[in-house]
């Protein structure tokens, strides 16, 4: 008898074809090798948050079913970032169990609650949706039609009929010369509620120079807005117009700006690669030091489990340069660990 240790070897064994997705910080496909060395313990998550992998497991199996189906799963992380295989070998366990016997009866049915699993926000759910579709070559949802023409004459549609999975597979397509022309022409007349789903959306997309300075645009000409200035965060998460996202993170993080709590973890949520640059990282923990003590701690450790950034929140720690903030901030995180 074969021995399964893997996720990825249940699958594959089973007939199934599978892709592995990140919810963690954004939506982010994980290719299948990299998937199989979390698994093993040869690589740490590259995406966590909150000391946990946020996955989205779709699988279908042609010659049982057309249905697609996903686990949406969150598994705990060491303090390194690295899977805590014990949680994931219960997981497994009941999986091979109950699955297990459903594949050889010929039939794929639904997992019964467990306690890796996680239900993502309708903004997400929507998202992934529309991802997966896309991905998979499938039909968009019906509701695209909608979004679309709310975009191409919004002052003759009501913004509350508007569906939000209408919008999210529009994103999706915000590549499509077409869709992105809509976009950037229209994007300042469209209600606030509407702007701030479809930048939302955005996060998990890779916008280029045109809509990363219209998104700029937007929070510049509302700075009083909170929703649209967390919204424009995100939207600018995987911008590839790092100059330009990059000088606003310079400017929200600047002496003189006293960014709130909200903003912060939007940073560290979306933004946590730009961090890697000291001219970011450094200003980012000073403000942040500003923050109650428990709010700091909570994300320096979020932070410090990100492999890209481990070395340098670290570093960050042993600096002999801090300001008496900062220090202070990091004094409170360690007394907290000795108690």
């Known amino acids: 008898m074969t021995v399964i240790d893997t996720l990825s070897e249940f699958l594959l064994q089973s007939g199934c074809q599978y892709r592995i997705y990140d919810l963690g910080r954004g939506i982010r496909p994980l290719n299948s090798q990299t998937f199989l060395e979390i698994e093993n313990n040869q690589r740490p998550h590259p995406y966590p948050r909150l000391g946990q992998a946020w996955l989205a497991v779709l699988f279908w199996n042609k010659q049982l079913s057309s249905q697609h189906y996903i686990w949406f799963l969150k598994l705990p992380l060491d303090e390194q970032g690295m899977l805590v295989l014990a949680a994931r070998n219960q997981f497994l366990h009941m999986v091979v169990e109950l699955l297990g016997k459903q ?52 002052e003759l549609h009501h913004w509350q009929s508007v569906p939000l999975q209408g919008l999210a597979d529009m994103v999706v397509r915000a590549g499509e010369p077409s869709v992105q022309t809509l976009l950037l022409e229209n994007f300042p007349r469209l209600a606030q509620p509407v702007q701030v789903a479809l930048m939302q959306s955005l996060e998990s997309q890779t916008p280029g120079i045109p809509m990363t300075e219209c998104v700029i645009a937007l929070m510049r000409n509302n700075p ?4 649209i200035q967390l919204a424009g965060l995100r939207a600018l998460s995987r911008s590839t117009a790092d100059g330009l996202v990059e000088g606003e993170l310079e400017k929200l993080l600047a002496p ?23 001219e970011l990282l450094r200003p980012y923990l000073e403000k942040l030091a500003q923050q ?9 450790a979020d932070l410090v489990r990100i492999p890209c950034l481990r070395n340098k929140m670290l ?25």
């Open 224 to 227: 009083d807005d909170h929703s």
């Open 315 to 339: 570093a960050a720690l042993r600096s002999t340069d801090k300001s008496p903030g900062l220090t202070r901030a990091i004094g409170q995180l360690f007394s907290e660990k000795a108690q």
């Open 103 to 154: 594949i050889q009866e010929k039939k794929l049915e639904s997992l019964p609650d467990h306690p890796f699993s996680f239900v993502p926000g309708q903004q997400q759910m929507a998202d992934f949706n529309a991802q997966v579709r896309h991905a998979l070559k499938l039909p968009a949802a019906e509701q695209l039609g909608q979004a679309l023409a709310y975009l191409r004459e919004p």
């Open 292 to 300: 109650p003590a428990d709010l700091f701690g909570a994300v320096f």
């Open 256 to 278: 003189d700006n006293a960014p709130d709590a909200d903003l912060l973890i939007t940073i560290s949520g979306r933004h946590w690669h730009r961090l890697e640059k000291d």
